[in-house]
């Protein structure tokens, strides 16, 4: 089982909708939970971070946590082409509190 | 704020070549580092981790290694390059208790 999952994708959403990004995770020791924003060619960007169970709010954008169902998710309301990009979840965790990274959901925001 | 300087952007080398990237970090002190790698259209594969001078875990069995010298060094190395060796690299950095930040990549062709 690997330690963060993700759906490759691509997701398509037309421009205006909420686009739902999922993310399960492994460690259930786990306390910090990230999601970040790639563009092609560029590093990646934190975009959103969440420790505690529940809904965050920023902006257009929404994370939610749920440590009993060891799952995580990112929701954008009203996508912009400009939001197509490739979303990363990661999870600190383990004996050293190292980050890990899922695969990356890529996202496309249909004008 | 903590700055994470990596170089070169871009590299082009010969199969059977070395390699040799640097990263350093300005900003924090005792950071957790991470060389990560992407292949083309591909997600983060973790590399090496590194929570301190001299200590370095491996997460993938191959012909690159990495050391860290100084607390705000880490280098990656490699003494014959394979073409599979391709792709964009990533230095990241975490604090204790902060989020994974990412330097700007070096994208290395291998030829």
């Known amino acids: 089982q690997k330690e963060v999952e993700q759906n490759s994708g691509p997701l398509s959403v037309p421009e205006g909708a909420i686009a739902s990004l999922n993310c399960t995770y492994s460690?259930?020791?786990?306390?910090?939970f990230f999601w970040y924003r790639q563009y092609s060619g560029k590093s990646p960007e934190l975009i959103m971070s969440?420790?505690?169970?529940g809904d965050k709010e920023d902006g257009r954008f929404t994370a939610q946590l749920n440590k009993a169902s060891q799952y995580v998710s990112l929701l954008i309301r009203d996508s912009q082409p400009s939001d197509s990009a490739t979303y990363l979840c990661?999870?600190?965790?383990?004996?050293?509190?190292?980050?890990?990274f899922g695969i990356g959901t890529k996202l496309q925001v249909i004008p | 704020s903590q700055t994470i300087h990596q170089w070169p952007a871009t590299l082009v080398q010969p199969v059977g070549s070395p390699l040799s990237l640097e990263c350093t970090v300005e900003?924090?002190?005792?950071?957790?580092l991470y060389w990560y790698r992407q292949a083309a259209g591909r997600g983060l594969q973790l590399l090496f981790y590194?929570?301190?001078?001299?200590?370095i875990s491996s997460e993938v069995p191959q012909n690159l290694s990495a050391s860290r010298p100084q607390d705000r060094q880490f280098i990656l190395s490699s003494k014959k390059l394979l073409l599979s060796d391709s792709g964009f690299y990533l230095c990241?950095?975490?604090?204790?208790?902060?989020?994974?930040?990412f330097g700007q990549g070096t994208r290395l062709t291998v030829v």
């Open positions: 990661a999870v600190r965790g383990g004996g050293y509190q190292k980050v890990t």
């Open positions: 460690d259930r020791g786990s306390q910090s």
């Open positions: 969440i420790y505690s169970n």
């Open positions: 900003g924090t002190s005792n950071p957790n």
């Open positions: 590194s929570v301190g001078i001299g200590q």
């Open positions: 990241a950095l975490d604090g204790q208790s902060t989020e994974a930040f």
